[in-house]
């Protein structure tokens, strides 16, 4: 898998299965990552990568609120990326119903398979808090959808 087909994969799942969105998102990322690139050490390129994936997944969120868009009609997109058990749209449903930073947690630790070191330092917080967002998505997914929790954990 190419590192942008990865990152536009954690978009997806970050901004809960709009590709559009997604490919938006890794896009802005891309584009701070060019402007920022002097700046980058060559041995953090991909947690670099990820930070800015994340960051832009949570402006794009937060800008939704700011500018209200009607949308009169919308097609549904086809998943660029495969599911653990090859059912995108219901992993993609799974993640829907976390909260954001449950959703970031989740995603990092288990479908991209993020130690939590590496998901703290991505998500900007402490390991902790990475353990406890953990647990307690994967807490929730368990309760409302028990058997399809495996995917994840």
């Not at 980058?40 to 832009?56: E, L």
């Not at 090859?86 to 970031?104: I, N, V």
């Not at 807490?139 to 028990?146: N, Q």
Request: glycine share 4%; net charge positive; charged share 25%.
């Amino acid at each position: 898998m190419t590192r942008r087909a990865g990152l536009v994969r954690v978009a997806t799942l970050l901004v809960s299965g709009d590709l559009a969105k997604a490919e938006d998102v890794v896009q802005t990322a891309l584009t701070r990552i060019y402007l920022a690139w002097s700046r980058v050490r060559p041995d953090t390129v991909d947690a670099y990568a990820r930070r800015c994936v994340v960051n832009a997944a949570t402006d794009e969120r937060r800008s939704l609120f700011r500018r209200r868009e009607q949308v009169r009609a919308q097609l549904p997109d086809v998943a660029a990326v495969e599911a653990p058990g090859g059912d995108e749209t219901t992993m993609l449903a799974l993640l829907a119903t976390l909260p954001t930073s449950m959703r970031t947690a989740v995603v990092l630790r288990y479908v991209e398979g993020l130690s939590v070191a590496e998901t703290a330092a991505a998500m900007r917080c402490s390991e902790g808090n990475v353990k406890s967002q953990s647990a307690r998505g994967l807490e929730r997914l368990r309760a409302v959808f028990p058997a399809r929790v495996h995917d994840f954990a």
